[in-house]
């Protein structure tokens, strides 16, 4: 059904998407922040489902490519996301009917707001990924064979380029993120334009209003003085796996990535244990002592043990009280099509998948 975003959905968005990111696609702090001062002005997002979509209906798909830990400390104008849009419509000839996030995940939810607050482009119901993946070719349409190309990308400085044509999705990967790396490891970018009936087939639908319930589950329970992190796994049919507290963090950003671990120590029933989890952006695998407890791409997220507020991996720090939480993944991302692009091997584990909710 279509209907018109109000400020209570914005805000819950920004904590369901946080949650869905698995600690990658940027805080939506900053976004979320911009997004409340233009909805104070009347603007309108208008969210419609995908069925809804014509077949032949232009699809723009965007998001922010680069390094969460840049994302902190680098602001987003979200005229440089109406920007690219605008972009790939030079390009092609052509105008587009509306705008959809490449990923759910963090501040990459916001993008099609931002993108809407400028082009006033309906959002459209859905995105490419269920959550957030650190890499380019990591979605649905590349499960799907669609094509990689063109892509667009704005840097705030000026800078803009389209890629009119590579082999494969991994060198889409590899050629857009060289360019995001030369601009600062943040930009944002115009993925291959989708046609409605693409979106309708392989899009994750309704992945934003997901998002926004998940956020008001957690709202609620807030003001109902209950347990946020209950009423997150409720609504995601998801598992508690551990509690404890953060006692270290590495992380680096390198290739246009924050890589690393962080170390937790247990409490209450998890005491004595320890888990370390891997990442790329996102928290990729997590081990119990010497067993792995989670894999992608399942979703692992690092959560406030007391608010619920997810933690990703740029905000990780010493000391927090965590719960970690596991939800299985869709199953076209546990398709043999979609674990050769968001496996753990893709990720350059020897893993099998691990399915933290058995």
């Not at 934003?208 to 409720?234: K, N, T, W, Y």
């Amino acid at each position: 059904m279509t209907r018109n975003l109000d400020a209570t959905d914005v805000d819950d968005l920004a904590v369901g998407a946080w949650i869905l990111g698995t600690g990658g696609g940027g805080s939506p702090y900053l976004n979320h922040l911009n997004m409340q001062q233009i909805a104070a002005t009347g603007t309108q997002f208008e969210l419609i489902d995908p069925q809804e979509l014509d077949d032949d209906a232009q699809v723009a798909v965007v998001s922010t490519m680069g390094a969460p830990l840049v994302m902190q400390e680098r602001l987003q104008d979200a005229r440089d996301v109406a920007r690219v849009v605008e972009i790939m419509g030079e390009y092609l000839g052509s105008s587009f009917d509306a705008v959809m996030a490449t990923e759910i995940g963090g501040s990459n939810a916001f993008q099609p707001l931002m993108a809407s607050a400028h082009l006033g482009l309906p959002i459209v119901d859905a995105d490419a990924m269920g959550r957030a993946y650190p890499e380019a070719q990591m979605t649905s349409f590349a499960i799907g064979g669609l094509q990689p190309w063109p892509l667009a990308l704005v840097d705030p400085r000026g800078v803009e380029a389209v890629i009119t044509n590579v082999p494969t999705w991994k060198w889409m990967e590899r050629t857009s993120r060289v360019l995001t790396i030369e601009t600062g490891s943040m930009a944002a970018t115009c993925k291959a334009p989708r046609s409605g009936a693409e979106v309708k087939r392989w899009g994750v639908a309704n992945s934003m209003s997901f998002a926004i319930q998940l956020g008001a589950r957690v709202r609620e329970a807030r003001a109902a003085h209950e347990d946020p992190v209950a009423a997150i796994c409720a609504a995601a049919e998801g598992q508690l796996i551990f509690t404890g507290k953060i006692i270290d963090v590495d992380r680096r950003t390198t290739g246009g990535f924050l890589r690393g671990t962080a170390k937790l120590d247990g409490l209450d029933a998890y005491s004595g244990y320890n888990v370390e989890l891997d990442f790329q952006n996102e928290w990729l695998v997590a081990r119990l002592g010497d067993q792995v407890i989670a894999t992608v791409p399942h979703l692992i997220c690092l959560l406030d043990a007391t608010s619920g507020e997810a933690i990703g991996t740029e905000t990780a720090r010493y000391g927090q009280r965590v719960a970690l939480i596991g939800i299985t993944a869709p199953p076209l991302f546990l398709s043999p099509a979609g674990l050769k692009y968001v496996g753990p091997r893709a990720m350059g584990y020897d893993l099998e998948p691990v399915d933290p909710c058995p």
